[in-house]
């Protein structure tokens, strides 16, 4: 899909693409920080319809729910095309040793060789979350390996 880049003086830029139903969809990202979305009736880029008003927290927020089943979708691609590499899922639930600690507490990627590349939270996605990242009772661990690395993660998880 091509995304085009507009320069918009004083405003910010424009991001424009045209969705399988042939409709031209924008982003407006302001200066402000605050982001629009429209959509042109016609062919005149002026004739923008604002769809939706977003502040820069909602659209990260919008931006986060929207990329999650896209980060699921990139790490089932990339496990399809390198042999021997899968991505699970591990629940840390409320009795695991690691609710409230750390994720550099469990030491999973010196322990198995794999890595967990994602957190999620309810709607929220921690992507490439770092050692001092708190574990929740309840996270959503999304990890990269072999299946033997995935379930020492799982093992650890759980205690």
Do not use: C, K, W
């Amino acid at each position: 899909m091509d995304v085009s880049e507009v320069l918009l003086p004083g405003v910010g830029l424009r991001y424009e693409f045209v969705n399988h139903e042939g409709d031209r969809v924008g982003v407006v990202a302001q200066r402000s920080g605050e982001f629009e979305l429209v959509v042109y009736p016609g062919d005149d880029p002026d004739e923008a319809h604002p769809v939706l008003r977003l502040t820069s927290e909602e659209a990260d927020a919008l931006a986060e729910i929207l990329g999650a089943p896209r980060i699921a979708e990139r790490f089932a691609d990339l496990t399809r095309e390198v042999p021997g590499l899968s991505a699970g899922q591990v629940e840390v639930r409320s009795d695991s040793p690691f609710a409230g600690r750390m994720l550099g507490d469990t030491r999973a990627r010196t322990r198995t060789g794999a890595s967990i590349v994602a957190v999620v939270r309810g709607e929220d996605v921690i992507a490439s979350p770092g050692p001092v990242q708190p574990l929740e009772a309840g996270d959503v661990l999304v990890v990269i390996g072999t299946r033997e690395g995935i379930a020492g993660v799982q093992r650890i998880i759980q205690g």
